[in-house]
Every structure is written in structure tokens, then in C-alpha cells.
């Protein structure tokens, strides 16, 4: 135990170490970058010293991980306990990832501006904030210097229309979200006083809320459900998805969903913990209608990528009903599918960015016909990603799909289970024909597949995943333990704040 | 033999090993030149087969409990381990499986030409996901063995089937899969009921048997999620249109597993989850009057329908709708003979369809043709092939000293007592099964021969007769000497009864007795 007074600014400073030095090295790339930014090799260098900054940053997360570092004294402005720790892993993770996938898509795309980095490091910095804040105010801050970053990469394309289009309905949706977020805070503040999380909760936990913090609550998730591209909020989301260039959209599906959703959780939790007969109705109807609509949608979808943003839209679906239980199991198995999603949502893109050669809107189903046996590999690890997301056995999405129907059944929702099963069944009909088109139909042109290639180091992050989707997926026992530790961690902290006076 | 096997331990590393067998031998098909597939599958399953024929022997017909368990943990906090075990229902199940692949393989010789390592991986793991499918004690593991088992079915049709196996190989995933998902919700429910009581989360099978009575209201909708899984893979009657296209679309391979292994597993399902899970619900009256008359709509239907097919592998298809109906009208009619006899309707299915299905391939290989109408006379050309052939068509009818009459007359023997009106119907389904066959049979290798490439036909090659051979023999073997095969499974059956129907002993003659009475006019 390592006992830290965020009250001082040693203390602080130690508490925000990993997003410090993230920052720190976004400066440092971004200084570099004065004065290399013209060629191919720059925008390398640019890209291995983020992932050093990323590294380093981690090493920080680790430090406080291990120290068992908890608040010491008064609450504060952010959190020290598992919940955050395991989140910012998985988020500093995803942005590694992004990363490399980026190094050689860049080159190819002919998008050489070392920036790209900068910006994705900021973003990290921003999504780190979100699980962890302990105050409103912070949350927003987090989430506002992750939109901003990402408006810019949504729209970094600037030869492409489609990413301008992409970059401006992001930003004025974004805007839009913002403001209801921040109204919902103001409510919250009215009726409160206070905007620290753990405060709120003290003081919502008495009475039923009152009509202001009623309506905070339900303008704070208008506001999520807009960044977490919930049905009936999720109109931006598949031009988003599909203009944005492609390690993007990867990054946005995992890691940006992961923190919108980790944070969501945390308000609930810790701001809500007695107004669950409030936002649970809401959370089930808006779980139900982006399981049913993403996965409806999706089912028309010709290009990949735009299909892919209609099934992230479903998985957003998902998550709600694993946030809907409000019990330890169902944020353990919130984060199990963050992860599981994460890691097999990357994959995908990455392969996707593989597929595309004159800009991804371009690949659809036709145009992989035949990939199988032109490239085996790169269709054999598409093949298990998508069997992830579909949640077959021996996958880790399987895991995942397992754990949330497991939450959501110990409360005796069995609506909401049927529903889930159901929209999955249905997400097979928009999976299995990519699978069925890259293994079961002819090439329409002969040499069809011959430019199609990941780069070295891409493959390698492609085929860890894989790995991963696969090992996690018969031997699960780690990553429960982990999911387990930060639903406990996160629990613990309402513990202590319903026990406080 | 058994204390042989006793003193290798046998019975503790046999399942694991049948398991682990087929994953371990796609390694070197992936390692080899694509040549050498068909020969390392073929061994593979070969020695897999050798290797299962010890459960003949090692198995003690005494006891109708499970045995060879192993239990080993894998989540150990949800209750969830490596649990598995044969009695005497899931035996010949075993057995089964382990006979047909490498008949399958031998049968896809020259028909498979393009990826073979593909083929005979996917066919490998098939086996180990059939064979996980009737061993496993836990639901968890039961679970993704029944859906992995889906993977390799579905790209078999879907790469090497058929003109229209797109279509085929996607409906057979989504029907499997809406069952499917919709059995795991159930499943869990049963799992918190059971933490409910004991404390901690299992999913045994054992467990969940013994929560079996304080399910309460929940049952009817738990029985009818594990029912409607089951009763896609059987298929029962409104349910069953993905098979004629799976069938008809799939290799010879893949029809052989589907009919042969496959669809078991709806009736295996049923004989050791949904029925014992649910005895009340299950044998409750509008239950039992519904699946009994499903049943026998099947026999029916799939006979007649068979009748007018101008394909004689979507004949073949049917008929086997008609035959499992067979199978679920003795399931149901829950007396030792009836279910006995839907055993023996399995395993004689298993035999006979097989045997059906590599005949039209190998017709197929030559003729590139199934329609019946483009045969005509054969058996004088091929005359080994039309004997072969004849044999079979008759065992399939259920003719007397085949393998399948003995299935069908115990089902009709046990079910008569308590369901006679039914079993009449059923009944006429073995005269229709006459007609379909017969006539098909006159079609194809009798009537004036026809057709100058008819007249050219080769009769069968060695490979060939050591592919159908051995089913030949297994069918005049089950229809001579069945005795064997029944003592195995009667203890297992009488198990089975007494969870299917607490306290058969005291109350069923009664019952059957005032059924029948009811049923008199």
C-alpha cells in the first residue's frame, strides 16, 4: 500500500504520472518534429518515439499499479484503484497498437505528416483521464482533449472528401454531445454543490433525486450515448467510422469506445449509487434498441468499413446490457468485452487497411471473393476476428458475450439475454459473408490479391491479437481475474462513499 | 480384453486421447505436401477408430452410469471443468463417429481434388467437435463443442459442396445457431439457479440433473429453449428444410457426417439433456401429444416427399427426416424397448444413410449426375455396385435380418402401449419407406439399361468396396446378432427412464393402462 495525499502537488503529480508523461512525450515528438517532417523516415521516427512515449507512460501506469497506490485523505480529483489502472492499460495498449498499424498505412496513403502522432498521443492523454476522474469536471477536460485530437484525425485525409465529411459531422455532433454533457454537469452541480463524483454520490445516495438531478442524469447520458454512438445517438457514427482513415476508426471503435464506456460506468456507479431504478430502465431501452438496430443495419451494409461501424454500433449495444446489471459481475464483464472487443476490433481494422488499396470505402464483399486462397493468412485472421465479434466458442469475444449474458441473467433479465442472443444471431448474416466470400467464391479477376500485404511489423501486431483472441478464449482464467479485480476496485470505492456522512 | 485395457489405463486417458487425436494430427496435414493430406487423415482416423474399439470392450454393460470420467478444472470459480464420460447411450454415439471418418475419408479419395489440406483439417476437427459433443459432462464444455463442431461443417459445404452451397452452408449455421444461442441463455439460467441453492456456480451435468426438480415455473421455457436446439439438428418436422439443402449441397463427406453423425446429436441432446433436465414438462400431456405427432408427421412426410424426388441424394435427405422421426416417437413413448429401439434407429441410421450417401457419390464421381431418371439398368453393368446397393436400400427399409428393422420394430413395440394410434400411423411410414426406395431402386439399377454412358459405368474399385464394405457388415451384423449392442445400452436406457420418469415402476402400468383405455373409442 502506498498511500498518496492528492491534496499536495507531489502528490497530484504522482497520481497523474502516467498522463504527465504521456504529454510530455507528445511535446517531445511534437518538438522533434519541427525539425524532421519531411520524409517518409520522419514520419517513422515520429511514430516509434510515440510508441517509446507510450511505453513510458505505462511504466508510470505500472508503477502506480504495483505501488498499490491509494488516496490518502479527502476525495479528489482522480481515482486510484484498479478500475482506472486496467482501463488506462488497455487504452495505452490500443493506442500502441494504433500505432504500429499506422507506421506503414501513413507511407502508403501518402498521409506524411508527423502530427498524426501528436495527435494520437493527446487523444491517449485525454481517454486516460475519462476512467480515471473522480470529479466532473476532470471527465470532461479528459474527454474534450480526446475529441479534440480525434475531430483532427477523423479528418487528416484532407485530399479525401469523405474524411473532411468525416472530421466536420464528428466535430458538430461532437460539439453537441459536449453541451448536453456539460448541462447534465450544471444540473448535477445545482443540485449537489459539488462536482467531485464520490460527493455527488454521498449526497444522492439519501434521498430519491430530485427533478434537477434527475434531469442531469439524463442529460449526462444523452451526452454519453452520443460519444458511445448509442442508438438513438448514433447517427454520426458510420461516416465517421468510414471516413476517417483506418487505424482511426480502429482507435475510435476500441479505445475511444473503451473510455467512454469505463467513464460511464464510474459516474454511474459512483455519482448514481441509489438511483439505479432511474437510469437502469433507460440503459435497458437504449441497450435493446442499438443491439437490434446496429445489428439490423449492418445486414445491408456492401463496404466492410461501413459494415464494421454498424456492427461497432451494435457492440455498443452490448456493453449497455453489461453496464445495465450495475452489479460487480456485470462491470467485470464490461470490461472483459471492452478488452475483448478492443483487441479483436483492431485486428480488424488493421486487416481492413490491409485489404484497401485505393482507400477502404472501396472494399467490399466482392472485392475480397477469393482472398482465401490468394492469402491465406490475412484471411484466416480476418476469419477468427470476425468469429470473435460473432462471440463463437474458443474466442475471446465468446468470453465476453458469455460473461454479460451471465450479469444480465443473475438479475433474472431474460428479456434483455433473449435480445442479445437473438441480435447476435442476426450479426452472423453481415459476418459469415465476408467469410464466405473470401473462402467460398472465385476471384472475379485472376491476380486479384497479389498487392495485398500487411507490413512486418503490422503482421506482427495482427498475429499477436490473433494469438490472443484464441489463447484468452479456452484459457480465460487471467483476464477474468483482471476483469474481476477492477469491477471490485471500482465497487469498493461506492462502498466507501455510501459509508461516508 | 477389459483387464488388458484396465492394466494401461484405458479407461483414464481414453477420452482425452480420442480428443486430442484428430487436433494433433491436423499439425502434420499443415506441415505436409497437399498430397500426403488424404493419407495422414486416413491414418489418423484409423488409428483413432482402433483406439475407440477398447470402449467395446472396457465398458461395463453392468452399470448404466457414466464411466471412463476424467474431471479436470478449467474456471474453477464459475463451477465450470474438463469433464466427460460415456454411458451406454453416448457409446455407440462414440463408436459411431470414430467408424464413419475414416469411411468419409477413404470416400472423398478422388472426389476432393482442390485444398486438401483444407478438407482433411476441418474434417479432423469436425471429429474431435462430434466426439466432444457426445462425451461432455459439463454444459459449459458441451457448449463450445456443439458450436465449434459448426466451423468445419459449414466451410465443408460451403467450399467443396455443391452448385448452391452458399446458401446451404449459411442456413445450416443460422438455424444451428439460433438454437443454439438461445439453449446457452437457458443454460445460465439453470446455473444461477443452481448457485441459488448450492452456493457456487456449476455446470455440471450432474448439478444441473439435480436442480432438475426445483425449477418451477421457469421450466416450460428452459425445456422449449434446449428443445428447439435439439430439434433443428434432429429436425423435427416444421424444422427441418435446412437439411435436404445441406445435404444435398454437401460432399459425400459431409452428407455422411451430417446423416450419420450429425443429426444424433438433436436425439442424443434430448435422450441426455432436455428430457432428464425437464421429465415433467417433457412427458407433460400437451408436450408429449405434440412431439408424438410431430414425430409422426415426420415419419410421414419425409416419406412421401422422398417419393417424388427426381434426385436421388434429396431422396436420401428425406428419408432420413422420416427415420429420426422414428427415433423421437420412441424417445418419447419412454419405455425400455421404445427407447432402446430409437438407439438402434440411430445407430442403423448411421449405417445405412452413410452407406446410401457414398453409393450416390461414387454414382456421382462417374455419372456427374443424380437424377434417377438418367439411370436405368445398371445392374447389369455394375453388378457388385447394384448388389452393394440393394442391400443397403433394404436395410434402410427395415427389412427383416438388416440392421434396420430391429430399431424400428422395438420403437414400434414399445410405443404402441402407450401412444397406439400413433404408432398405427407410424407404422405405414416402414411400408412408404418400401415404396420410395423400391421404386427408386427399380429406376436406377433395374428397368432396361439405357444410355451409352450408363453402359460404360466401371463397377466399384478396391478402394471403393473397402469403403462400403464395412457398413455392409456392420448392417447385417446390428440385424442378425443385435444382442450385444442392446445388453450395452439397456442399463444406460433403464438410467435414462428412471430420470425421465421419476418412479416408472409404481406408476407407469397404470398410466399406460388408462392412456389406452382413453384412446379406445
Avoid at chain 1, 454519453?224 to 461516416?239: C, E, I, N, R, S
Avoid at chain 1, 448514481?272 to 437510469?279: D, E, H, I, K, L
Avoid at chain 2, 444451428?176 to 456456480?201: C, D, E, H, N, Y
Wanted: with cysteine.
Amino acid at each position: 500500500m502506498n498511500p498518496i495525499d492528492l491534496l499536495t502537488p507531489a502528490g497530484a503529480t504522482l497520481a497523474l504520472l502516467p498522463e504527465l508523461l504521456l504529454t510530455a512525450g507528445a511535446l517531445v515528438v511534437l518538438l522533434v518534429m519541427s525539425w524532421r517532417h519531411r520524409t517518409a523516415g520522419d514520419s517513422l521516427l515520429a511514430g516509434w518515439l510515440s510508441l517509446l512515449s507510450l511505453a513510458v507512460a505505462g511504466a508510470g501506469l505500472a508503477y502506480l499499479w504495483v505501488s498499490g497506490a491509494t488516496p490518502a485523505g479527502a476525495p479528489a480529483m482522480i481515482a486510484l484503484d484498479g478500475f482506472r489502472y486496467v482501463s488506462g492499460a488497455l487504452i495505452l495498449i490500443c493506442a500502441a497498437a494504433t500505432v504500429l498499424l499506422s507506421l506503414r498505412y501513413l507511407e502508403r496513403e501518402q498521409l506524411l505528416a508527423p502530427e498524426f502522432y501528436v495527435l494520437l498521443l493527446l487523444a491517449t492523454v485525454g481517454l486516460l483521464l475519462m476512467p480515471g476522474a473522480q470529479d466532473l469536471m476532470v471527465f470532461f477536460l479528459g474527454l474534450e482533449t480526446m475529441s479534440v485530437a480525434v475531430y483532427v484525425l477523423a479528418g487528416y485525409d484532407r485530399r479525401s472528401p469523405q474524411s473532411a465529411e468525416a472530421a466536420l459531422k464528428y466535430f458538430l455532433i461532437g460539439a453537441f454531445a459536449s453541451a448536453f454533457l456539460l448541462y447534465g454537469i450544471a444540473l448535477i452541480y445545482g443540485a449537489t454543490g459539488t462536482t467531485n463524483l464520490v460527493a455527488i454520490g454521498a449526497k444522492l445516495s439519501t434521498a430519491p433525486l430530485s427533478l434537477m438531478a434527475s434531469l442531469g442524469l439524463g442529460l449526462l447520458l444523452i451526452g454519453l450515448g452520443f460519444k458511445v454512438a448509442a442508438v438513438p445517438f448514433h447517427m454520426w457514427t458510420p461516416d465517421v467510422y468510414e471516413g476517417a482513415p483506418t487505424p482511426v476508426t480502429g482507435f475510435m471503435a476500441a479505445a475511444v469506445k473503451a473510455a467512454g464506456f469505463a467513464g460511464l460506468a464510474r459516474i454511474l456507479v459512483e455519482c448514481f449509487p441509489a438511483a439505479g431504478t432511474q437510469w437502469k430502465p433507460i440503459v435497458l431501452v437504449l441497450s435493446i434498441a442499438t443491439m437490434v438496430l446496429g445489428n439490423l443495419v449492418a445486414l445491408s451494409q456492401r463496404s466492410l468499413k461501413r459494415m464494421l461501424a454498424y456492427s461497432s454500433i451494435a457492440h455498443a449495444g452490448y456493453l449497455l446490457a453489461a453496464i445495465w446489471p450495475g452489479s460487480q459481475l456485470g462491470y467485470s464483464a464490461l470490461m472483459l468485452y471492452l478488452m475483448a472487443y478492443g483487441v479483436t476490433t483492431l485486428a480488424s481494422f488493421g486487416l481492413l487497411s490491409a485489404l484497401g488499396r485505393d482507400g477502404e470505402r472501396d472494399v467490399t464483399l466482392d472485392s475480397i471473393a477469393g482472398l482465401g486462397a490468394a492469402r491465406p493468412g490475412i484471411a484466416a485472421a480476418l476469419s477468427i476476428c470476425l468469429f470473435s465479434l460473432l462471440g463463437f466458442p474458443g474466442t475471446l469475444g465468446f468470453i465476453g458475450k458469455w460473461y454479460i449474458l451471465t450479469a444480465v441473467l443473475e438479475q433474472h433479465q431474460a428479456v434483455l439475454a433473449v435480445v442479445l442472443v437473438l441480435t447476435s444471431v442476426v450479426s452472423a448474416g453481415y459476418y459469415l459473408p465476408v467469410i464466405m466470400a473470401m473462402y467460398m467464391k472465385p476471384s472475379r479477376v485472376p491476380l486479384a490479391h497479389t498487392e495485398v500485404g500487411l507490413p512486418p511489423v503490422a503482421t506482427w501486431v495482427i498475429a499477436l491479437s490473433v494469438l490472443a483472441i484464441l489463447v484468452l478464449g479456452v484459457i480465460p482464467i487471467s483476464v477474468l481475474d483482471l476483469a474481476g479485480q477492477s469491477a471490485q476496485a471500482l465497487l469498493g470505492a461506492t462502498g466507501r462513499a455510501i459509508a461516508a456522512p | 480384453m477389459a483387464e488388458l485395457l484396465r492394466s494401461i489405463g484405458y479407461d483414464r486417458w481414453i477420452i482425452t486421447a480420442l480428443l486430442a487425436l484428430p487436433l494433433l494430427g491436423v499439425l502434420p496435414i499443415l506441415w505436409a505436401p497437399a498430397r500426403q493430406a488424404k493419407w495422414i487423415a486416413l491414418w489418423v482416423t484409423l488409428i483413432e477408430f482402433v483406439l475407440s474399439l477398447g470402449l467395446w470392450w472396457a465398458y461395463d454393460p453392468s452399470s448404466g452410469g457414466m464411466q471412463f470420467e476424467i474431471v479436470v478444472p478449467w474456471l474453477p470459480m464459475w463451477g465450470i471443468a474438463y469433464r466427460v464420460g460415456i454411458d451406454g447411450i453416448s457409446l455407440f454415439m462414440v463408436l459411431l463417429s470414430t467408424l464413419l471418418m475414416p469411411v468419409s475419408v477413404l470416400g472423398s479419395w478422388r472426389y476432393i481434388t482442390e485444398r486438401e489440406r483444407g478438407f482433411y483439417s476441418l474434417m479432423l476437427t469436425l471429429l474431435t467437435g462430434m466426439l466432444g459433443v457426445f462425451v461432455a459432462l459439463d454444459l459449459f464444455l458441451f457448449y463450445v463443442f456443439w458450436e465449434v463442431m459448426l466451423i468445419p461443417m459449414y466451410f465443408i459445404i460451403g467450399i467443396w459442396g455443391g452448385s448452391n452451397r452458399l446458401y446451404a452452408a449459411i442456413k445450416f449455421f443460422l438455424y444451428t445457431f439460433v438454437g443454439s444461442l438461445l439453449m446457452l441463455v437457458a443454460i445460465l439460467v439453470m446455473v444461477w439457479q443452481v448457485a441459488a441453492v448450492r452456493g457456487s456456480p456449476s455446470f455440471a451435468y450432474q448439478d444441473l440433473l439435480e436442480n432438475a426438480g426445483r425449477l418451477g415455473d421457469s421450466a416450460p421455457w428452459l425445456f422449449a429453449a434446449f428443445a428447439l436446439a435439439f430439434a433443428i439438428k434432429v429436425p423435427v418436422f416444421p424444422l427441418h428444410t435446412w437439411l435436404p439443402d445441406a445435404h444435398v449441397e454437401a460432399p459425400t463427406a459431409g452428407s455422411v457426417l451430417l446423416a450419420g453423425v450429425l443429426l444424433k446429436m438433436g436425439t442424443y441432446g434430448f435422450l441426455r439433456f432436455a428430457v432428464p433436465f425437464f421429465p415433467g414438462v417433457a412427458h407433460s400431456p400437451a408436450v408429449t401429444s405434440l412431439v408424438v405427432t410431430l414425430a409422426v408427421v415426420g415419419v410421414i412426410y419425409g416419406a412421401l416427399v422422398a417419393m417424388v424426388q427426381p434426385d436421388v441424394k434429396k431422396l436420401v435427405a428425406y428419408s432420413s427426416v422420416s427415420h429420426l422421426g422414428f427415433a423421437m416417437l420412441g424417445i418419447w413413448a419412454a419405455t425400455l424397448q421404445s427407447v432402446q429401439g430409437a438407439l438402434m434407429v440411430m445407430i442403423a441410421h448411421g449405417f445405412s444413410t452413410s452407406a446410401l450417401f457414398l453409393l450416390i457419390g461414387m454414382l456421382y464421381e462417374r455419372r456427374h449426375t443424380r437424377l434417377i431418371d438418367a439411370f436405368g439398368g445398371i445392374a447389369r453393368v455394375v453388378p457388385v455396385f447394384s448388389l452393394i446397393f440393394t442391400v443397403t436400400a433394404l436395410a434402410s427399409i427395415g427389412l427383416p435380418g438388416l440392421n434396420g428393422f430391429v430399431g424400428e420394430f422395438l420403437v414400434l413395440l414399445g410405443s404402441f402401449g402407450p401412444h397406439p394410434i400413433a404408432t398405427g400411423i407410424a407404422t405405414t411410414g416402414v411400408i412408404f419407406a418400401a415404396v420410395y426406395l423400391l421404386w427408386a431402386l427399380q429406376r436406377i439399377i433395374f428397368n432396361p439399361l439405357v444410355g451409352s454412358e450408363n453402359e460404360s459405368l466401371k463397377d466399384l474399385s478396391m478402394r471403393e468396396l473397402w469403403v462400403v464394405v464395412p457398413l455392409v457388415v456392420g448392417m447385417v451384423w446390428l440385424g442378425l446378432y443385435p444382442k450385444p449392442v442392446l445388453d450395452r445400452m439397456e442399463a444406460s436406457a433403464n438410467h435414462y427412464l428412471q430420470l425421465a420418469r421419476p418412479g416408472l415402476e409404481t406408476s407407469a402400468a397404470p398410466a399406460i393402462a388408462a392412456e389406452t383405455a382413453g384412446n379406445q373409442p
